[in-house]
Nanobody, 126 residues
Framework: QVQLVESGGGSVQSGGSLRLSCAAA????????MAWFRQTPGKEREGVAA???????TYVDSVKGRFTISQDNAKNILSLQMNSLEHEETAMYSC????????????????????WGQGTQVTVSS
């Protein structure tokens, strides 16, 4: 099992920045994808950014150039730096992880994640 715990959410004005963190513990795999998702009530969950164990990143188009996903492998921490936040990005942000095959060298998709954190709320005021 893999346990994921998010932190860093809060309230910020439109145009502001926040940095989210996700600490991973337990039986963390050596080959994996980790990602950030967000969801607001009544809407489908949306993949925001993902990173592979080899460091390849994936972003949804709407956040490219503003959000940066990164990982500290030594500390098992996943981060999401969010700049120029918009009111419409108010949501519950969750981190997720999935195991990949040892030879996986591609970029991560936003599908089939099996491990999830509880989420951290991000509120962007207009």
């Amino acid at each position: 099992q893999v346990q994921l715990v998010e932190s860093g959410g809060g309230s910020v004005q439109s145009g502001g920045s926040l940095r989210l963190s996700c600490a991973a513990a337990g039986n963390t795999p050596s080959s994996y994808c980790m990602a950030w998702f967000r969801q607001t009530p009544g809407k489908e969950r949306e993949g925001v950014a993902a990173i592979s164990s080899r460091g390849l990143t994936t972003y949804v188009d709407s956040v490219k150039g503003r959000f940066t996903i990164s990982q500290d492998n030594a500390k098992n921490i996943l981060s999401l730096q969010m700049n120029s936040l918009e009111h419409e990005e108010t949501a519950m942000y969750s981190c997720a992880a999935k195991r990949t095959l040892w030879y996986f060298r591609g970029s991560c998709s936003f599908g089939e994640y099996g491990y999830w954190g509880q989420g951290t709320q991000v509120t962007v005021s207009s």
